[in-house]
T-cell receptor, first 114, second 111 residues
Framework: NAGVMQNPRHLVRRRGQEARLRCSPM?????VYWYRQLPEEGLKFMVY????????ESGMPKERFSAEFPKEGPSILRIQQVVRGDSAAYFC????????????FGEGSWLTVV | EDQVTQSPEALRLQEGESSSLNCSYTVSGLRGLFWYRQDPGKGPEFLFTLYSAGEEKEKERLKATLTKKESFLHITAPKPEDSATYLC????????????FGKGTKLSVKP
């Protein structure tokens, strides 16, 4: 009964390095979402993907951030040249095909930039 | 302008003291209102989905209701293990399928 799997759970990067966060959706789910949660703030939508296709990236910062969901393998959120302001919890979620379906979340990846 | 507003921000209850959390929304074309529970250091855990005004869902001590402008999460006779942050989110006609979240209500239940 595997849920949404994220790794790593915790990641420390120095300023200027790259961070790669991985997400495997629940079995049978073909839609993946990435959200960011800053301290004392709510969850903010970043990007919505299907296999090999970005559906909505309206919440993604214009620079340094990218996401993919390849035909094979997990979805990856990539942050280049990290800055201290990127420190946050990054949550991946997944749902079945169809916009009316429930979105289930993983346990999150906590990025700390030092 | 916030599209999803939760109140109160924090709520302290004694064990057994029933109360309600509020989630008001201003989006048009609601396609679902979702309640999640989040424990510290964990991801949001799905509780309920409501789709139309008048709909109600129940699970153990929790009951969620929906009107055209807001949703309530009623907690009956809470226990300390109900302590968590409760998140409300909406999916609306202008979104591609993603959710807009409120900032949450942090509930503390003291024994």
């Amino acid at each position: 009964n595997a849920g949404v799997m994220q790794n790593p759970r915790h990641l420390v990067r120095r300023r200027g390095q790259e961070a790669r966060l991985r997400c495997s959706p629940m079995k049978g789910h073909s839609h993946v979402y990435w959200y960011r949660q800053l301290p004392e703030e709510g969850l903010k939508f970043m990007v919505y993907l299907q296999k090999e296709n970005i559906i909505d990236e309206s919440g993604m910062p214009k620079e340094r951030f990218s996401a993919e969901f390849p035909k094979e393998g997990p979805s990856i959120l990539r942050i280049q040249q990290v800055v201290r302001g990127d420190s946050a919890a990054y949550f991946c979620a997944s749902s079945q095909q169809g916009s009316g379906n429930t979105i289930y979340f993983g346990e999150g990846s906590w990025l700390t930039v030092v | 302008e916030d599209q999803v507003t939760q109140s109160p921000e924090a709520l302290r209850l004694q064990e057994g003291e029933s109360s309600s959390l509020n989630c008001s929304y201003t989006v048009s074309g609601l396609r679902g209102l979702f309640w999640y529970r989040q424990d510290p250091g964990k991801g949001p855990e799905f509780l309920f989905t409501l789709y139309s005004a008048g709909e109600e869902k129940e699970k153990e001590r929790l009951k969620a209701t929906l009107t055209k402008k807001e949703s309530f999460l009623h907690i009956t006779a809470p226990k300390p293990e109900d302590s968590a942050t409760y998140l409300c989110a909406v999916r609306w006609g202008g979104s591609q399928g993603n959710l807009i979240f409120g900032k949450g209500t942090k509930l503390s239940v003291k024994p």
